[in-house]
């Protein structure tokens, strides 16, 4: 159990320390959200059932959120400035090494069908 969330976790370690939280400006934060709605920093969350990443960067908020197995969409509301693509493209680059390594809950339920399938053929 000392392991739970490890990937969510050093995500977000590897985010402030790339970015120190300047509590005057707020220049950075990150939320992770599960498909119970259960936040990073809640007793229930659980990284296997990951939904979504949030990022506020400054004043401009943006998601990665998973839509199917596997595949994540990036949405923004905003305009960015020509002058933050740098900042956003490390802090994607960061989100995605780290997402990359969750054993999501789906990967074993695909697996399950699969197996299913190939077992009554």
């Given amino acids: 159990m000392m392991n739970r969330n490890k ?8 985010l402030r320390e790339e970015y120190p939280i300047d509590y005057e400006t707020e220049n950075i934060r990150g939320d992770v959200v599960d ?10 969350f659980d990284e296997s059932k990951l939904w979504e990443v949030r990022i506020l960067y400054f004043d401009k908020l943006f998601t990665i ?10 949405s923004d509301d905003n ?11 490390k802090i ?9 390594k969750i054993n999501y809950e789906w990967r074993n339920i695909e697996w399950m069908k699969i197996s299913i ?4 053929n």
């Fill in 117 to 120: 399938t190939w077992l009554k």
């Fill in 7 to 14: 990937n969510t976790k050093a995500m977000l370690a590897e």
């Fill in 35 to 44: 498909k119970n709605d259960n936040y990073d920093d809640y007793a229930d």
């Fill in 92 to 100: 994607i680059n960061i989100v995605g090494k780290h997402l990359k």
């Fill in 65 to 74: 959120r998973r839509k199917y197995t596997d595949l994540f969409e990036i």
């Fill in 79 to 89: 305009y960015l400035d020509i002058h933050d693509l740098d900042d956003l493209g």
